[in-house]
């Protein structure tokens, strides 16, 4: 009677609470044979990871009479599907300890687990298991281990395997798809598309994002068009292709013909009009957004931040910390906010966002700590910057350019170089950042063939000069006096020059006292900023220290006539 009783409520869904309740029953009553089902059920009935479950159910396997694979199996699943990769594949190592052979549904969990956190040595271990088990005409065995190469890109196992299956589902040909596509063969991909007997809507959604990846827009909306059923994630991938080449026009256009959006759409579109500077489209998408997660909130104040408006940033910030806002920030977030703080000249936010990640329990990860780095740096704390970058697990190209730049604007010329010269040993590749701050740093030692000799060398490194490494070079070679070579750097240039650089030639012709560069320079900037005082200032100058008076009261009265205000001095550090 007892037993049929407790059977029905393990037909039902439970909570941890009920499932503590019958596992009680169990226990006092000896029923050991029912843990199984227990496991099972409340398993089944978690819709979403916690520690406590996760432990609660670890501590009834621990405590089994008589472990079963079954229960084991589906605790490993669970994890795997939860995404706690390496507590599934501990767990998948500790049954088999006990002496459990594994289920099917346990290895093929395991498989994923070691996909995901590209675990090559522990996949292989579970391959060599499937013949050992005799499990090798499992399909859902089969498309896991499919699945593993590809994410690993060993796409000639991948194939192996996929060939010798005898038996394909869809998503043993939608595995072996994706992995063509992660490894960029389109060909191969496009081939094994044509040769799937049932495509269903994410062999479709993946041949798109292929195509989208390798910019070909006109193929893609033509699978697009060709497709007999889309679902959100097709319009996601048609907006993100248009998204990421630029065509922000085009993927407005699939946005508003979207009957149903869902967070990603509107994240995709914000992130767009971020990346064309359209800062007031963006805003405009996320305030018609009527659930707003905290991904919505890092991608529109990681717009503010990118496109040079750090106090709207922070102002945002700012709202998801009230109380009535139900967002909690994670590392991304903070990130940004860091970034913003390093753009004021901010460095006393840096100390109370260090104690907010202790308080709130997030990982300082290296993103969260190359931020910081930034902003130390530009905050002159280079000894903090320095024991940061050199705590990170793993130094990428981001890390490196924000202390090789931290370096440069602290007078630390040498270090600048060291560390680019590290970064070359360590072979990562250089990025427009790294040279602006390496740049920097021969223009403030005024090391000028050094300096040409960078900028040359950025071509060869897969780089192109912006205008921004034009205004420094120009800034290098005008403050050593050569203004003849730089006003020829000038007129090279294949884009148009902004003030920055007509600006630099100007200021360099007035430590120079050069009448005849200062002019050219100064007419550029009275064009392209016709309401600046400083440049018109500049060029009295000059034309006063060489004796021109009457040109130089000349200038300043049309400054006065004109009303032209200079550039007001401020502190970044005063409230925001």
């Known amino acids: 009677m007892l037993v049929r009783r407790l059977k029905s409520f393990l037909n039902n869904r439970l909570t941890i609470k009920h499932a503590k309740q019958i596992h009680a029953q169990i226990l006092i009553s000896s029923l050991n044979h029912l843990q199984p089902l227990l496991v099972h059920q409340f398993l089944l009935s978690t819709n979403n990871y916690s520690t406590s479950v996760f432990l609660y159910v670890q501590q009834i396997l621990y405590h089994l009479q008589k472990p079963d694979a079954f229960s084991w199996g589906c605790t490993v699943r669970f994890l795997s599907q939860h995404g706690q990769f390496e507590e599934a594949f501990s767990l998948y190592v500790k049954m088999q300890k006990l002496g459990l052979s594994p289920t099917t549904h346990a290895m093929s969990s395991a498989l994923r687990a070691c996909a995901r956190t590209e675990s090559k040595m522990d996949g ?22 499919v699945d593993l190469y590809t994410k690993l890109v060993d796409m000639d196992a991948a194939k192996r395997v996929f060939d010798e299956m005898p038996e394909k589902n869809v998503v043993s040909w939608n595995s072996i798809l994706s992995g063509y596509l992660k490894a960029g063969n389109l060909g191969e991909a496009q081939r094994v598309f044509d040769e799937i007997p049932k495509k269903d809507v994410i062999s479709w959604n993946a041949i798109l994002s292929g195509y989208a990846k390798m910019g070909n827009m006109d193929q893609m909306l033509s699978f697009f068009q060709q497709m007999p059923e889309k679902n959100l994630a097709s319009w996601n991938t048609m907006i993100s292709g248009y998204v990421k080449r630029g065509e922000i026009e085009s993927a407005r256009r699939f946005f508003d013909m979207m009957h149903q959006r869902n967070n990603v759409t509107w994240i995709t579109m914000i992130s767009g009009y971020s990346k064309c500077g359209d800062v007031e489209s963006a805003r405009e998408l996320f305030d018609k957004m009527r659930e707003k997660d905290h991904l919505a909130f890092n991608a529109m104040i990681s717009c503010y931040v990118q496109n040079s408006q750090p106090k709207e940033a922070l102002k945002l910030f700012d709202e998801v910390l009230k109380a009535s806002v139900s967002i909690q920030p994670d590392g991304l977030t903070l990130a940004s906010v860091i970034s913003a703080c390093s753009q004021l000249g901010e460095s006393r936010f840096g100390s109370w966002i260090v104690s907010y990640i202790n308080k709130l329990g997030i990982q300082m990860d290296d993103h969260i700590a190359t931020a910081l780095i930034d902003l130390y740096s530009k905050c002159g704390n280079i000894d903090k910057a320095y024991n940061l970058f050199h705590g990170l697990r793993k130094k990428d190209v981001v890390a490196y350019s924000a202390m090789i730049s931290g370096c440069a604007i602290n007078g630390k010329a040498v270090d600048a170089i060291t ?54 070079m120009v800034d290098l070679l005008g403050r050593a006096g050569r203004l003849e070579d730089a006003y020829e750097l000038i007129k090279s240039m294949p884009m148009k020059p902004h003030t920055g650089v007509w600006g630099a030639l100007l200021l360099a012709c007035s430590l120079h006292n050069n009448v005849e560069f200062g002019e050219i320079a100064a007419q550029h900037c009275f064009e392209l900023e016709p309401s600046t005082a400083g440049y018109y200032s500049l060029l009295a100058n000059i034309y006063a220290s060489v004796g021109r008076w009457h040109d130089a009261r000349r200038l300043r009265k049309n400054m006065e006539r004109k009303k032209l205000a200079k550039i007001p001095g401020c502190s970044w550090t005063e409230s925001t």
């Open 419 to 472: 560390l680019f010269q590290n970064m070359v040993d360590a072979q990562i590749q250089p990025n427009l950042a790294t040279f602006t701050g390496l740049l920097t740093a021969y223009d403030h030692a005024g090391l000028v063939e050094e300096g040409y000799q960078c900028f040359n060398s950025m071509k060869d490194n897969g780089v192109v000069p912006s205008t921004d490494h034009y205004a420094i």
């Open 124 to 145: 292989i271990s579970i391959h060599a298991q499937v013949h050992r088990y005799g499990v090798c005409n499992c399909v859902f065995v089969q498309t896991a281990l």
